[in-house]
């Protein structure tokens, strides 16, 4: 990786060196603080202008002057994320709480500010190798968050390893909230698969690395002790096992991974026996449509009030507010864990339909342009915003967008073998 670095920066001019730099730490600070990867995507809009203005690539409507090299179009997707964060500002004309509808709006600025930075840039020093070790970079971070963490755990406890395990959760538990870790341990376990199906042969030294990564991954999820994260793990393996076997059609690796996978359920089955516990307790009451759980009645006292204002919603200030009458005090409020919901009744039904585009339209790209990796990451996305309002954090806002300007340099042709 250090030699595929070297050999990329050679030849790059310092401001296009700075914003490749921005752009990788962004997604490696993610799984470690969503504000110092804040600060890292202020540093990427600096860097940004500054190679615009020193190369004179400005890309907004084509305006760079090397017309042999056109504008990478795909970066229209991002238009609704740019409609999105106007609908919640656009909302704030009948929120009465304005002090509260101001901090959404800030939350969700970032809907807008980078898709701009994205449609005034072009990436043309980006290549699929550089994108590549981008990306496992990434996946080297998670891998190093579950060693802290799991030092963290064994330094602080000195009794068996079965509490330690408890004690190892807790831990985890109070570092980062875990619904959004899942998702960021499952982003980087679904860019693992791809590179083990992808056409490049890979060496016996990076195979290893991968397997190793893997394996802690799907750990650092049973560790977790988190019910997303287990519909994650197998949305995931469903998808990768589908797509070996109809798509790929590589009926040996789709054998030999689904043997991997039970052997690993069979090996944490005794290992962690209350989290494979919690696994058959979550397919269950998927399946049979169990509506008891604390979410499910909280979901139900925000429709009601959707219903009420299914146009307009109530306003970005004033969806909590809304939710008082069937809690008691504002104390009692829980957020609607459901971000379809949540965005409804904030912005109406405008800003869930704007939602639901930001999350099908990269899916929709990525199968034409056969690139399994965001059609992967978007289906999780969107069973992870059915039971959370992951956009109502900086760690979900900033995921969301600085995952979406990786689509963007995936779908480039340029970055395509």
């Given amino acids: 990786m250090k030699q595929v670095l070297k050999q990329e920066f050679s030849h790059l001019h310092w401001t296009e060196k700075m914003e490749i730099i921005c752009l990788t730490a962004m997604l490696m600070a993610i799984p470690v603080d969503a504000g110092l990867s804040l600060f890292l995507t202020s540093c990427w809009f600096l860097s940004v202008v500054l190679k615009n203005s020193f190369l004179k690539r400005w890309s907004f409507f084509a305006w760079h002057q090397d017309k042999s090299y056109p504008y990478n179009k795909n970066a229209y997707m991002l238009t609704p994320m740019m409609l999105y964060w106007l609908a919640y500002l656009t909302s704030m004309l009948w929120t009465e709480n304005q002090s509260a509808g101001w901090v959404e709006v800030g939350?969700?600025?970032?809907?807008?500010?980078?898709p701009l930075t994205c449609l005034c840039n072009d990436f043309r020093q980006i290549s699929q190798r550089l994108l590549r070790a981008m990306l496992w970079l990434f996946v080297l971070t998670l891998t190093v968050v579950f060693f802290?963490?799991?030092?963290?755990?064994?330094?602080?406890?000195n009794q068996s390893s079965s509490i330690f395990l408890k004690s190892g959760l807790n831990v985890f538990h109070n570092y980062i909230h875990y619904t959004y870790s899942t998702l960021y341990i499952a982003s980087g376990l679904a860019f693992l698969?791809?590179?083990?199906?992808?056409?490049?042969?890979?060496?016996?030294g990076i195979l290893a690395l991968?397997?190793?990564?893997?394996c802690c991954m799907v750990a650092f999820v049973f560790l977790l002790n988190s019910r997303a994260g287990i519909l994650y793990l197998i949305l995931l393996s469903l998808m990768c096992i589908l797509h070996t076997f109809f798509i790929r059609k590589k009926y040996c690796v789709g054998i030999v991974s689904l043997i991997a996978l039970l052997a690993l359920v069979a090996v944490l089955h005794y290992t962690l026996p209350e989290e494979l516990h919690r696994f058959s307790n979550t397919t269950s009451e998927i399946t049979h449509g169990d509506m008891s759980d604390a979410r499910f009645q909280i979901m139900n006292n925000t429709w009601i009030v959707v219903k009420n204002h299914p146009l307009t919603g109530v306003g970005a200030g004033d969806r909590m507010d809304s939710l008082v009458p069937y809690y008691g005090t504002l104390d009692d409020v829980y957020c609607p864990h459901n971000q379809f919901l949540d965005t409804w009744l904030a912005t109406g039904v405008l800003g869930m339909l704007l939602l639901w585009i930001m999350l099908l339209l990269p899916t929709v790209?990525?199968?034409?342009?056969?690139?399994?990796?965001?059609?992967?990451?978007?289906?999780?996305?969107?069973?992870?915003?059915?039971?959370?309002?992951?956009?109502?954090?900086?760690?979900?806002?900033?995921?969301?967008?600085v995952i979406n300007v990786y689509y963007l340099l995936l779908f480039d042709s340029k970055h395509t073998s």
């Fill in 193 to 204: 698969y791809t590179e083990f199906i992808g056409k490049e042969r890979l060496s016996r």
């Fill in 148 to 157: 802290y963490l799991l030092a963290k755990a064994i330094i602080t406890t």
């Fill in 210 to 214: 991968l397997v190793f990564c893997a």
């Fill in 107 to 114: 939350q969700n600025a970032w809907f807008f500010a980078i």
């Fill in 365 to 401: 790209i990525a199968y034409k342009k056969k690139q399994v990796l965001p059609v992967m990451i978007n289906i999780m996305l969107i069973v992870g915003l059915m039971v959370e309002s992951m956009l109502e954090r900086q760690m979900g806002v900033v995921f969301m967008t």
